[in-house]
């Protein structure tokens, strides 16, 4: 035993010792320098960065800026092969992923354009699959770069807000995403990070993480560079099982973007508590964020808390260091020192040093379960005559008091309200859920979803007597009915209308609950490309230049997710 905890010891110190190239920041391992350069011919600016905490994930890549335009060109970061092209609705748009001989991948998403050969290639694959989006991997041999060769254009596709380039770094085998300024990729960042305030968390009943746990915001402020303390001047007053969270960001200029930390690091008395460092992540646990944030609080105030401790069913490996899961419990009833040790990824640091003070003797505040508990580690069901749930091991990060409701049916709905706990428990993977419907006519059977007061339509199908969905969310559910078909309106085609001097047809197009399931476009009969950016619900065809002249007829043939149909169709002359 005492040999295993001397080996645990080594570890540790080595995991919170080893340093990057740049400024004691914590790393596992060195990274190349040079190797890789910037994909733009522009100075690197940032609007955002890796592990940056987003509304569903954490930032998988640095976001350059690319001066508020689309199609500044792209150039590969390093030789290598072109492995994989993709054309998406909706997230990383229009991708370039690039295999380098160092075991690394270099991912560019959001582009405008591809290059000659490249487009090539993917409008043969559309045209064969007869679809928009299209995911194809390439050989190893197929397409070749060279360092700083022309791949394509900066754009604004997919979930893009904006023109950028959301550039990734990849182990190769592994398809993790590492932090890219570790190789040498660096914004100028000459700023501390800011600290914006702490949290202190009862966890007497841990497993129980959720809206009711007792928390406390503590006020902190700046009293030099890079140094912080509390606005009250007394010790923080603990007792029994606690825990803390911090409010903390980066930005690389005054008043610009505000990005992520690289490492936050909790001591007490000196000993490590709790050390987050953003130096690779693993999409499978992405949405995890949900719970390594006080969700909850966030919910209420759109402000994110990074908690220092872990709940135990989150799956997140960014906790490189972690003390009994980073819930405190204080033996001695003294006031001890406390620090947060905050950092960007170029070694600026941040530090908020405060006391607290333990009290043995306060008895722990006792929580009194409402409903059921369902524990995190089970698969949990809950059932009803008019509903169906069932909870799979792992997709709850704490226990959980589970509460449910049934209400009167809403206006114009086939069932009952259900409500379902509440929007304040996130969940790591979706559950199922079928609620009975009630004066479904057989009619609109196959129209019906459940939807949510908060979300709108969940999805679903009839099914058994019932209308069934897999989903992440609780809430307040009912059945509804999608019987109304997309709207369809053409921006720059009427009938008749001669468009020679038109690069190409573009069209606006909606669904009003059930979502965009299909859009087909047809000239004389033949299946031809459309291009769609969904956050603008924008619909397009580019002419071809085999197009012959004359006069052509077009139909555009758009479905909704419960196949109601709308088609467009005119004349046109070229």
């Known amino acids: 035993m005492k040999k295993f905890q001397l080996l645990l010891a080594a570890a540790v110190c080595t995991i919170l010792t080893v340093k990057a190239q740049n400024k004691n920041i914590i790393t596992s391992k060195t990274y190349p320098q040079g190797y890789f350069r910037n994909p733009l011919n522009i100075p690197m600016d940032a609007s955002g960065t890796f592990g940056e905490l987003r509304s569903t994930h954490f930032h998988a890549g640095d976001d350059y800026r690319t001066q508020q335009k689309i199609g500044l060109p792209l150039y590969a970061a390093a030789e290598g092969h072109i492995s994989r092209v993709r054309v998406q609705i909706g997230g990383g748009g229009n991708a370039v992923y690039i295999d380098h001989p160092n075991g690394y991948t270099t991912v560019y998403l959001h582009m405008d354009r591809f290059n000659e050969e490249l487009t090539k290639i993917v409008r043969a694959k559309q045209y064969e699959l007869q679809r928009f989006d299209v995911d194809i991997y390439l050989d190893s041999n197929q397409l070749k770069v060279a360092k700083g060769q022309y791949i394509g254009n900066a754009g604004n596709t997919g979930g893009s807000a904006g023109p950028h380039l959301h550039f990734e770094i990849r182990d190769t085998k592994t398809q993790r995403p590492l932090n890219p300024q570790l190789f ?11 600290i914006g305030g702490i949290m202190l968390y009862d966890l007497n009943q841990q497993h129980l993480f959720n809206e009711f746990t007792p928390r406390k915001v503590v006020p902190v402020k700046a009293v030099g560079a890079g ?6 001047n007394s010790p923080l007053p603990v007792s029994g099982k606690f825990g803390f969270g911090i409010n903390a960001i980066d930005r690389h200029r005054a008043g610009g973007f505000q990005n992520g930390v690289y490492s936050i690091e909790l001591f007490i008395d000196g000993q490590p508590v709790s050390s987050v460092v953003f130096e690779e992540l693993d999409f499978n646990h992405t949405r995890g964020i949900h719970s390594y944030i006080d969700y909850p609080y966030w919910k209420r105030t759109k402000t994110k808390y990074q908690k220092s401790f872990k709940d135990p069913g989150n799956p997140i490996e960014i906790f490189r260091f972690l003390k009994n899961d980073g819930v405190i419990e204080l033996s001695e009833n003294k006031i001890y020192e406390a620090k947060y040790v905050v950092k960007d990824v170029a070694g600026n640091c941040s ?6 003070q333990n009290n043995t003797q306060k008895p722990a505040e006792a929580y009194s379960p409402k409903g059921d508990l369902f524990h995190y580690n089970n698969t949990n069901s809950f059932s009803t005559e008019n509903i169906k749930i069932e909870i799979p091991k792992g997709s709850l990060y704490t226990d959980l008091d589970f509460v449910y409701k049934e209400e009167p049916p809403l206006p114009n709905t086939f069932s009952a309200l259900h409500k379902v706990h509440n929007t304040f428990i996130p969940l790591f993977s979706s559950y199922s859920l079928a609620i009975k419907p009630n004066g479904l006519p057989q009619h609109l059977q196959s129209k019906a979803l459940i939807a949510s007061t908060e979300n709108g339509a969940e999805g679903g199908k009839y099914e058994d007597g019932w209308v069934k969905v897999n989903t992440r969310n609780f809430g307040n559910f009912y059945i509804t009915v999608d019987t109304v078909p997309p709207t369809i309106i053409a921006r720059n085609l009427i009938n008749g209308k001669n468009v020679s001097t038109q690069a190409k047809i573009d069209f606006t197009i909606r669904d009003n609950l ?6 087909e476009g047809y000239i004389d009969g033949k299946w031809v490309l459309m291009e769609y950016d969904s956050k603008n619900r924008h619909l397009w065809h580019r002419f071809e230049a085999s197009l012959s002249k004359g006069e052509h007829t077009f139909k555009l043939i758009v479905k909704d ?3 109601n149909e709308t088609v467009y169709q005119a004349k046109f002359i070229r």
């Open 561 to 563: 997710w419960k196949d």
């Open 351 to 356: 530090e908020l040093d405060f006391k607290i």
């Open 227 to 232: 140094k912080y303390v509390l606005q009250q």
């Open 514 to 519: 059930s979502g965009i399931q299909s859009f």
């Open 184 to 194: 040498g990729l660096k914004f100028t960042d000459h700023y501390n990070p800011t």
